[in-house]
């Protein structure tokens, strides 16, 4: 008698939220969450660079626990925090306290590299916004010209232009992330092309958690120090060979 494989398949849990999205909204999260968006986000590596270099990261495990611990201890407490509360200021037309909330954006960068990665993403979005047509941004003009504006700032006010929700800004921002991770690690550590998409599956399965994490913090509490990432940042610099910026 033949072995027969049986696949497993595992639905995924549809709400209210996952049902009455549209397919405009969705075409817009995926165009301000794809890596053809003309940012330069794929010139980063956001130090993972110098972590191959040193050994810290040298297989799709250790891959996997670089990204998973910046997603949960950084980009949770920090960006995806900051893009709640850039959101209130946007929804409340209240410029001011964007303005405060992207300064401090600016304040967690803790490193050079880190610094300049983030503002020259964050000018590349807000040029590409005032020059897409269809979005009328004039009101947001003092915004846009904001002369040191972070990417996270800067992804906030496209994704409320573009009519998502925070859930749906929270989430994009996360694939963003995890999405550069990978294709950076594919091309240093190496991975190969199965084992990419196998860490993308993977990973974005904590995306939720970092969501529900990140939305429970006070302001008091916003921010993070990873100083392993904060030193591979700066020692990129100095790397002898690089194919990223930072």
């Not at 072995?3 to 549809?14: G, S």
């Not at 817009?28 to 053809?36: D, G, I």
Request: proline share 3%; aromatic share 8%; charged share 15%.
């Amino acid at each position: 008698m033949e072995d027969k494989i049986m696949a497993t398949v595992i639905p995924i849990p549809m709400n209210e939220n996952t049902t009455k999205q549209s397919p405009l909204k969705l075409n817009r999260l995926l165009q301000l969450c794809s890596a053809n968006l003309p940012v330069g986000g794929f010139s980063f590596s956001q130090g993972l660079e110098y972590a191959v270099e040193m050994g810290w990261v040298n297989n799709p495990t250790s891959t996997k626990e670089w990204i998973s611990f910046n997603l949960n201890q950084s980009i949770a407490h920090t960006d995806l925090v900051l893009l709640n509360r850039l959101q209130k200021a946007l929804l409340e037309d209240d410029f001011a306290n964007f303005h405060k909330w992207n300064q401090h954006a600016l304040a967690c960068r803790e490193s050079n590299e880190l610094y300049l990665a983030d503002v020259a993403m964050g000018k590349a979005l807000m040029r590409l916004l005032k020059d897409i047509q269809g979005i009328d941004s004039q009101h947001y003009v003092q915004l846009i010209r904001e002369k040191h504006i972070s990417f996270v700032s800067a992804f906030a006010l496209s994704a409320y232009l573009f009519g998502l929700e925070l859930s749906e800004m929270q989430s994009g921002y996360c694939w963003a992330y995890i999405d550069n991770q990978v294709a950076a690690a594919t091309k240093l550590v190496p991975l190969g092309q199965t084992q990419g998409q196998n860490l993308l599956f993977e990973l974005t399965e904590q995306v939720d958690q970092a969501i529900v994490l990140a939305n429970q913090i006070n302001d008091e509490n916003i921010g993070a120090s990873l100083p392993r990432l904060a030193m591979a940042s700066a020692w990129h610099e100095t790397q002898y060979t690089r194919l990223f910026r930072s």
